[in-house]
């Protein structure tokens, strides 16, 4: 006799009813699209465009559109107080847009407007200032400045100042976070002069004195911090920091690549521009501000990108066409190039792995028993 057990739930003999089964058959299935669907969207490129776009949206809610064109080069005369005294020729090449070789380090930059945001600004409103003084998150400089050697502007976005009643500015600061604070003793003299710049230009919109600033260092894993407090070094302005700039403004006014002398001994370490400034393992030195140089690999796909976008005479290298092959369907490609016999190739019609030198060989010299390097015709990457 079949003892029918549990017909509520839908059992048989301790077996599920074919109905039931095949809704959990039914359902097994839909649940195996959609793990699929969801491993599919769980992506690296995903989230690489869905991080772009929302930078893109960003800017445009934030009043700041500008940040999503690229291309733009400001005016010679133009500097923003991060860049103040910094390796000039690094400042030149991020100046004129040339294709970084690096990322930008988006999570210290996250980390830092966070860290900004949700630690220190609290902290200054609830500790730092009561009822006379008050707390501005920052405050946007345009300063004009009359050297001996022509003018001059410092224009950009202050850290937290802390203003009086009237939002009249009573002490900047700038807040910086590292990965360590424990050997640092001094602040550095870029951070100085960027707050040497805000006091000045502060100074001069609010018509005060302002003679002293404050510099916050904070360790990223510690959150230990420690202050620096700055003041106003008229000397420090004027013979250092504003003849750095005058000195600057020269080399882009004249379109002459600064020397390759880093300001400070770690900047080359981390600079975006060595294999164009010749500290790198490309071989090539000097080079100008256009063009991806030939053989590097090492740039970054959103860099080609925004390098590619900016110009539409700009074209990807051979060697890079076959890591992005998107980007050279939508950008064009440079063609090999022989200097010998004077042929081009397409650079599809070229096996780049068929060698392991630098470049490849020509086909058309190789048939003549003669090794000749290809290269691509462009002034600016052969230079
Ligand atoms: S590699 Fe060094 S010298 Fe060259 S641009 Fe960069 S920081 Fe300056
Ligand atoms: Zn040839």
Same mark, same amino acid.
């Given at each position: 006799m079949r003892t029918v057990v549990?017909?509520?739930?839908?059992?048989?003999?301790?077996?599920?009813?074919?109905?039931?089964a095949n809704e959990r058959e039914r359902d097994s299935g839909h649940t195996q699209a959609t793990v699929t669907q969801l491993r599919n969207i769980l992506s690296a490129d995903h989230f690489r465009d869905w991080y772009r776009e929302r930078q893109f949206r960003q800017n445009i809610e934030n009043g700041t559109p500008y940040f999503n064109k690229s291309g733009y080069v400001p005016d010679p005369e133009y500097h923003n107080p991060s860049n103040l005294l910094q390796c000039h020729r690094k400042i030149?090449?991020?100046?004129?847009?040339?294709?970084?070789?690096?990322?930008d380090p988006e999570g210290i930059f996250w980390f830092g407007t966070r860290f900004e945001e949700d630690i220190?600004?609290?902290?200054?409103?609830?500790?730092?200032?009561?009822?006379?003084?008050?707390?501005?998150?920052?405050?946007?400089?345009?300063?004009?400045?009359?050297?001996?050697?022509?003018?001059?502007?410092?224009?950009?976005?202050?850290?937290?100042?802390?203003?009086?009643?009237?939002?009249?500015?009573?002490?900047?600061?700038?807040?910086?976070?590292?990965?360590s604070i424990k050997d640092l003793t001094s602040p550095s003299r870029h951070h100085k002069a960027q707050l040497h710049a805000y006091m000045a230009g502060l100074s001069d919109e609010y018509d005060v004195d302002l003679t002293e600033g404050v510099l916050m260092y904070a360790d990223r894993d510690s959150f230990d911090v420690v202050f620096f407090h700055v003041d106003f070094d008229e000397e420090f302005w004027k013979d250092i920091v504003l003849s750095w700039a005058n000195e600057q403004t020269e080399y882009r006014l004249d379109k002459n690549l600064p020397p390759a002398v880093p300001e400070s001994s770690w900047e080359c370490?981390?600079?975006?521009?060595?294999?164009?400034c010749g500290k790198g393992n490309s071989g090539h030195s000097d080079l100008g501000v256009r063009g991806l140089i030939l053989g590097c690999t090492t740039y970054?796909?959103? !860099?080609?990108?925004?390098?590619?976008?900016?110009?539409?005479? @700009?074209? #990807?290298? =051979?060697?890079? $066409?076959?890591?992005?092959?998107?980007?050279?369907?939508?950008?064009?490609?440079?063609?090999?190039?022989?200097?010998?016999?004077?042929?081009?190739?397409?650079? !599809?019609?070229?096996?780049?792995?068929?060698?392991?030198?630098? @470049?490849? #060989?020509? =086909?058309?010299? $190789?048939?003549?028993?003669?090794?000749?390097?290809?290269?691509?015709?462009?002034?600016?990457?052969n230079s």
């Open positions: 549990g017909d509520n739930d839908g059992q048989r003999d301790g077996h599920p009813h074919p109905q039931m030149y090449y991020q100046q004129h847009n040339a294709p970084a070789e690096q990322s220190v600004f609290p902290f200054l409103q609830q500790e730092v200032t009561g009822s006379d003084r008050y707390v501005q998150n920052s405050v946007w400089i345009d300063h004009s400045i009359e050297t001996e050697v022509g003018k001059l502007r410092i224009k950009g976005t202050t850290d937290p100042v802390i203003v009086d009643p009237d939002a009249v500015p009573i002490l900047p600061t700038e807040i910086k976070t590292k990965s370490k981390y600079c975006s521009y060595q294999e164009r970054p796909r959103e !860099k080609i990108s925004e390098y590619l976008q900016s110009d539409n005479d @700009n074209r #990807l290298t =051979p060697t890079l $066409a076959g890591l992005y092959p998107q980007l050279a369907d939508s950008h064009g490609v440079h063609p090999w190039y022989c200097p010998d016999c004077d042929f081009i190739f397409d650079w !599809k019609t070229i096996n780049r792995m068929s060698t392991n030198r630098t @470049n490849p #060989l020509c =086909p058309n010299c $190789a048939k003549e028993n003669s090794l000749s390097e290809l290269t691509v015709q462009s002034p600016v990457l």
